[in-house]
């Protein structure tokens, strides 16, 4: 067997060379023959390379294992043992065979292509790789007791030659998943290589690349298009990057780092970072809580790996992914949590039938690695940002009271570590949630936070599609872009969607959403986020603190058609619905709440003072109501009275139910639900709503009676508007043109105005339908002068009332357009 120099030997050799050239160089250079200088200058240039290449597997080495920990210090002690564990675990059933190197990840497909089942094989010869890698971290991890174990380190090797000559070759022709071939597989194959590489003779070595080669040529990366786009492109360009460590190919690095440049640049359309901080994978899809996080994860390596170095990543517009720590990842993170809304598919991956440690995947589960992420992004950015993050880290480590990011079973050692040290830094303080409204018109979601708690919206349009299911996954997502709306308190109500939620919730009745009961089948409208709603007027208009939104929904595969309104204020979310339509022969609701109360349920539900029976089932119908309190939860208010459904039931539900992979043991959640019954094919029907997270019921009460702290101005299939003189906010959706209150629009548009108690105003308009070419504003109040206006406001005419005229809005992607006026 040919063997390699140990990483050692070729340092020493290395130093010998530098030595030596050294010892000539005190010499006469012109008593050497010309040929012995040109061989010590490339012996040296020679030396100098090799040193870089195990520079840069040192680095990588670590950048998997990790450092700054003690193995003898939980949590680490406790991980590694784990660790050992599991490997053991794998290695006492790994049996190489024809068509599987593990009996439960058979890899041979008897008929290839690219259907569900192949899909299914080609995942098994990319989880067998997968578990090579966990064989080689406790050989090479302190505390595992399997450290440099000479039978693990022959299991691996002859793990890695029985997958290379039986199906991950340059000979092969990949069936299945195209990224378990470019992605998944390569990866771990690669981390593998460099962990073992003292271990793995150069033969072997060249294999493995050939097969890498093979599989993910220069080509990958050719065209910024298709699979090789935002996250994907940057796993792409981690396997290119650790071929050319693994195979000392400068040309392989160089390609990486340059093939990483078109990830940077903000994007206007299709995959990538906005400037609005939305962020978009398959097209369609809201994703910065997975792909996102994935892509965050990789340029952080990645930026880590090659810093330094000859190829170190110095493009400018790198700042970019420094800017979107802050504006567009930590607006959707929560007490350690990242939103579903932003998820897509991972939702439905709560407990695979194929784990082994039953590690139920959540919100907090899917959060704790972003963390760990702008933690290691941060080596790369500014002392200033880097402090900043490490605050906003620490302040989400201390909050997550659901799911402890230090007691993840499911967090990487690497990523313990990182957060370790954030914790144990004294010099770092932790930074407080932040107040304040973000709305994302690129992917149609918004952000609301409020002291004590935050809420978020998901909606769907013409570019951004319903819901994303596909490989099998997320198969009831049909209605969480028909306005589902999510929220969560600060000390409270934390683990509402990671409680087994989305097997066991009812998907007809998911908060916010307006739906029709007509059945849809799983997966309906197409893999892959295909159906997109035929509708424009998706968006809305914010200060940053306030804010007004508008959805028309089109039902998926329905007849059903609404407009939905909300107005984002201070201590409430105001929710209206109008002109409810249908002939799917269905019946029609909306959601007013489907609060998962966990597996007993007996928090307590109060309506107009009267409290309501604990036991399960247990329906009703309020009529006239003006108010509800779910104790711990929250309160709604009712203006003007509403007859609402509400019911207590236990419900049934499996992951397999929404994802094929997923486990089939049957959980129970107990839920509490209100809805507005539209009947069955509404014409004109409506409803109106206030939600004010973590409000008493005194509070509440106290609310509903306040009869004019609100005034609906509108809710028809033309216009909805309210008015809160209170809080001088006036908040307007014109589906039309038309005169709502005070406001009069040429075309439709959103309106946000906040009187300030200075005398000033500030009035926020959007063109959500990104069609309009002009637009007339007229305000019946007062105004003395314009003080400040954007670029887009041709004329402004001030005196007993304000008339705005705007030119094309078309082109603004419907981002907020602010004015400042002072009254009077």
């Known amino acids: ?55 840069l597997r040192a680095t990588w080495r670590t950048l998997i294992l990790g450092e700054g920990f003690s193995p003898t210090a939980d949590p680490f002690k406790t991980r590694l043992s784990e660790l050992g564990t599991t490997a053991a675990q794998l290695r006492s059933v790994m049996a190489p065979v024809s068509g599987s190197l593990w009996p439960d990840l058979v890899y041979a497909d008897p008929e290839p292509d690219t259907d569900q089942e192949s899909y299914g094989y080609s995942a098994n010869m990319s989880s067998s790789f997968s578990r090579l890698s966990t064989l080689a971290q406790a050989y090479s991890q302190q505390g595992t007791g399997l450290t440099g174990d000479s039978g693990l380190r022959d299991d691996i090797l002859t793990g890695l030659d029985h997958l290379y000559s039986e199906v991950y070759n340059e000979n092969q022709t990949r069936y299945g998943n195209w990224y378990s071939w470019q992605i998944g597989a390569p990866q771990a194959l690669l981390d593998v290589c460099v962990l073992m590489y003292d271990q793995l003779a150069a033969t072997h070595i060249t294999n493995y690349l050939n097969a890498v080669d093979h599989f993910v040529p220069d080509s990958a990366v050719s065209a910024y298009s298709g699979t090789s786009t935002g996250a994907n492109r940057v796993d792409l360009c981690r396997v290119l990057a650790l071929r050319g460590v693994v195979g000392a190919s400068s040309a392989k690095l160089a390609l990486a780092r340059d093939a990483l440049s078109p990830v940077f640049p903000y994007v206007s359309s299709g995959d990538g970072l906005y400037t609005d901080g939305s962020f978009i994978q398959h097209t369609t899809v809201p994703y910065t809580g997975s792909y996102g996080s994935v892509m965050l994860g990789g340029l952080g390596m990645l930026f880590a790996l090659l810093a330094g170095s000859s190829w170190e990543v110095t493009d400018a517009n790198r700042q970019i992914v420094f800017d979107a720590v802050e504006n567009a990842w930590a607006p959707f993170l929560h007490n350690g949590l990242v939103m579903d809304g932003v998820s897509g598919r991972a939702i439905s991956r709560g407990l695979s039938a194929s784990d082994a440690k039953q590690i139920q995947q959540d919100d907090h589960l899917r959060g704790h690695p972003i963390l760990a992420s702008i933690v290691l992004l941060g080596q790369g950015a500014s002392s200033t940002e880097n402090a900043r993050w490490r605050g906003l880290v620490k302040g989400w480590i201390q909050r997550d009271y659901y799911s402890p990011p230090m007691s993840d079973p499911a967090l990487g050692l690497t990523s313990l570590a990182r957060l370790q040290g954030v914790v144990d830094d004294t010099s770092v303080s932790a930074i407080a949630e932040p107040t304040g409204h973000r709305l994302f018109t690129n992917m149609s979601r918004a952000t609301h936070r409020r002291p004590g708690w935050a809420a978020s919206l998901s909606m769907a349009d013409r570019r951004i599609t319903y819901y994303e299911t596909g490989n099998g996954e997320n198969l009831h997502g049909w209605h969480t872009g028909s306005g589902m709306l999510y929220w969560w308190g600060d000390t409270f109500c934390n683990g509402q969607y990671s409680d087994a939620f989305w097997p066991t919730v009812d998907p007809y009745r998911l908060p916010g959403i307006t739906a029709s009961r007509k059945v849809l089948a799983d997966a309906a409208g197409g893999d892959w986020g295909a159906s997109l709603p035929d509708v424009n007027w998706v968006g809305g208009a914010t200060d940053g603190q306030r804010a007004t939104i508008g959805q028309y929904l089109k039902g998926l595969q329905s007849t059903l058609l609404a407009k939905k309104a909300w107005f984002c204020l201070d201590d409430a979310i105001v929710c209206l619905g109008a002109g409810i339509k249908c002939t799917d022969g269905s019946a029609v609701e909306s959601t007013v709440e489907n609060r998962n109360l966990g597996p007993t349920g007996t928090t307590t539900f109060t309506v107009d003072g009267t409290a309501k029976p604990t036991s399960y089932p247990w329906y009703e119908t309020l009529t006239a109501a003006k108010w509800a309190h779910i104790g711990g939860h929250g309160g709604y208010v009712f203006p003007g009275g509403a007859t609402v459904k509400a019911l207590r039931e236990a419900r049934d539900g499996k992951w397999s139910d929404i994802n094929k992979g997923g486990a089939t043991t049957v959980l129970n959640r107990k839920y509490l639900t209100m809805y507005v019954d539209h009947g069955t094919d509404p014409t004109n029907a409506s409803y109106a709503y206030l939600l004010m997270p973590g409000a008493t019921a005194a509070q509440t009460q106290a609310r509903a009676a306040a009869t004019s702290w609100l005034s609906v101005l509108a809710n028809t299939d033309s216009q909805q508007g309210v008015s809160v003189p209170s809080l001088g906010f006036t908040g307007v959706t014109f589906w039309f043109g038309g005169t709502v209150g005070d406001l009069t629009a040429s075309n439709p548009c959103s309106v946000m105005i906040s009187e300030k108690s200075d005398g000033t105003a500030v009035i926020c308009v959007s063109d959500p339908m990104r069609m309009q070419t002009s637009l007339t504003l007229t305000w019946n109040k007062a105004v003395s002068w314009v003080t400040s206006k954007p670029s887009t406001v041709t004329s402004a005419t001030t005196g007993s009332s304000l008339t705005l005229t705007f030119g094309d809005l078309s082109t603004t992607a419907g981002v907020t357009q602010k004015i400042t006026v002072k009254l009077g």
């Open 1 to 55: 067997m040919t063997t390699r120099w140990s990483r050692r030997g070729l340092l020493a050799a290395s130093s010998g060379a530098a030595l030596a050239l050294g010892a000539h160089t005190t010499a006469d250079a012109t008593s050497l023959p010309s040929t012995e200088i040109t061989e010590i200058t490339e012996a040296s240039e020679s030396s100098e390379a090799a040193d870089e290449f195990a520079t």
